[in-house]
């Protein structure tokens, strides 16, 4: 993971953020990014913390499908939960990945995560 890595992921994450304000009219600050070990989950959004948390061994090995899945996904869980009240792969969620210009929002990921299952022993 080099600090160029970590860069992107924030300045796409933001990005994301600010087209949500944009989009929503709401004022949403940027969430702290933390890239840990995950286990087989690509990322995971705490709401009340502000906070997004990206796989290490997965961002690694799949940046592209982040820039383009993993983040607006995470991103789109924040926005819901703001203008919602709650965090789920329906209606809503997948209205603002929509919005967000992802056409066949995936609420799984499709990385191969045996890698990280072993890596984790
Ligand atoms: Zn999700």
């Known amino acids: 993971m ?3 890595t970590l860069k992107t992921l924030e300045t796409i994450t933001n ?8 989009l929503y009219k709401i004022d ?3 969430p702290t990014i933390v890239i840990s070990k995950l286990g ?5 959004a705490y709401y009340k913390l502000w906070e997004i948390r990206y796989n290490i ?3 690694n090995e799949n940046l592209d499908e982040y820039l383009c899945n993993t983040i607006p996904h995470e991103v789109a869980h924040l926005v819901e ?3 919602h009240g709650k965090a ?3 209606k809503n ?3 603002i990945m929509k919005d967000f210009g992802v056409d066949k929002p995936k609420s799984y990921h499709t990385y191969n995560v045996q890698k990280c299952k072993r890596s984790l022993k």
């Open 88 to 90: 789920t792969h329906l």
């Open 81 to 83: 939960w703001s203008l």
């Open 2 to 4: 080099s600090d160029n």
């Open 28 to 30: 949403l600050k940027c």
């Open 93 to 95: 969620w997948k209205k």
């Open 40 to 44: 087989t989950a690509a990322g995971k």
């Open 57 to 59: 061994k997965l961002v």
């Open 15 to 22: 990005k994301y953020i600010q087209l949500a304000n944009k």
